[in-house]
Nanobody, 112 residues
Framework: QVQLVESGGGLVQPGGSLRLSCEAS???????VAWYRQAPGKQRELVGT???????NLVDSVKERFIISRYNSEQTIYLQMSTLKPEDTAVYYC???????WGQGTQVTVSS
């Protein structure tokens, strides 16, 4: 079973940027990959999805600030986050939709 590992989280000031990575243990070029996040005390929510053709779909709250990309040769999906807000603070996860394949998550904290 494919394994996913997220990285790139950290502490950033409001207005700052971060790039998260989701690295797969094997070729996932034919798979869609989604990013989710879970803030303290809240349910996990979808951030966006990149499909196997490279098209993306992001939720309204981030679509002007976040970009999802993929480099199939590297088996890696990226979430580029810009103009970060305190409400973006959460643990971010990547997953292959309709499977039980999730990474362990990476913490993003936006605070001054």
């Amino acid at each position: 079973q494919v394994q996913l590992v997220e990285s790139g989280g950290g502490l950033v000031q409001p207005g700052g940027s971060l790039r998260l990575s989701c690295e797969a243990s094997e070729d996932i070029s034919r798979e869609a990959v989604a990013w989710y996040r879970q803030a303290p005390g809240k349910q996990r929510e979808l951030v966006g999805t990149i499909f196997n053709n490279g098209l993306t779909n992001l939720v309204d709250s981030v679509k002007e600030r976040f970009i999802i990309s993929r480099y199939n040769s590297e088996q890696t999906i990226y979430l580029q986050m810009s103009t970060l807000k305190p409400e973006d603070t959460a643990v971010y996860y990547c997953t292959i939709p309709f499977t039980n394949t999730w990474g362990q998550g990476t913490q993003v904290t936006v605070s001054s």
